[in-house]
């Protein structure tokens, strides 16, 4: 680490009223040169610690720039994680407030629900999938509390990976789902089709996003808990999204997800 304690507990907390009012700042790495990765996940640390203090609670983990196209889209060649509160679920086909965010985007994910817990390190694909008791259709609305998503890696790692709201439909019994890497998607928004993509775009399954997150997480000390929710990463690119509009994932086999912007 490069930065003092306090200098990143000022950063959390400014990346905290920006979300708190939807007012975007200037990029934490050009306000604190010399900020790193582990600065970063301390920023992110340090801000959901403030949202819990709030009354949130924890449900889960996104991994975030899983697929060339979304690493292509920010100019990072690697993968992140973030935390996923419970003030953050939506409920599939229900209103969200546009003005809640800031430039939201939104993608379609596979959502998975762990049966039991799962620690690094050295977790594979096949430990994910025995471990796994369900998966949905998802969308994550993505957000960017840094101007114009001016981010490096670091920017949107201590931004919580950019993430911002889940919505979820409902569960399939894993045994019940096809290989998830073959499992396909459509996104669609206001019915016309913008994006299409499988399960394989997210490191070659998304399942392998899930290992990664849990070998990661034993560096800091912890892991992945029985119940809670994992987002693996955007299987398409993301488009932007704004009041009035509806999106749709269509995801085969696993169903629908909506979500309408007002």
Not at 1 to 14: D, F
Not at 76 to 82: L, T
Not at 87 to 115: N, S
Not at 193 to 214: F, I, K, N, Q, T
């Amino acid at each position: 680490m490069t930065l003092t304690a306090e200098e990143r507990a000022t950063a959390a907390a400014m990346l905290r009223r920006a979300e708190h009012h939807v007012t975007p700042v200037e990029p934490p790495s050009e306000l604190l040169p010399g900020l790193d990765l582990a600065d970063a996940y301390a920023i992110q640390r340090d801000n959901i610690a403030l949202r819990l203090k709030d009354g949130a609670s924890v449900v889960g983990h996104k991994v975030g720039l899983t697929s060339a196209a979304m690493r292509e889209l920010l100019g990072v060649d690697e993968p992140d994680f973030g935390h996923l509160l419970d003030d953050m679920l939506h409920r599939d086909g229900a209103p969200v407030l546009a003005t809640r965010y800031c430039a939201p985007r939104v993608e379609p994910e596979i959502c998975f629900r762990l049966g039991r817990p799962l620690s690094g390190p050295d977790v594979t694909v096949e430990d994910v999938l025995a471990a796994t008791e369900a998966v949905a259709p998802a969308l994550e609305i993505v957000d960017s509390r840094i101007r114009d998503w001016r981010i490096t890696l670091a920017d949107t790692v201590a931004d919580n990976a950019s993430s911002a709201g889940l919505v979820r439909g409902p569960w399939t019994p894993l045994a019940d789902v096809p290989d998830l890497a073959d499992v396909g998607v459509d996104l669609l928004v206001d019915g016309e089709r913008v994006a299409r993509g499988r399960g394989s775009e997210v490191l070659g399954h998304p399942a392998a996003a899930v290992a990664w997150l849990a070998n990661i997480l034993a560096t800091f000390g912890t892991g992945l808990e029985q119940g809670q929710v994992v987002l693996p990463g955007a299987m398409t690119t993301a488009p932007f999204v704004s009041a009035g509009q509806r999106v749709e994932a269509r995801f085969g086999v696993l169903g629908p997800v909506s979500v309408t912007f007002v």
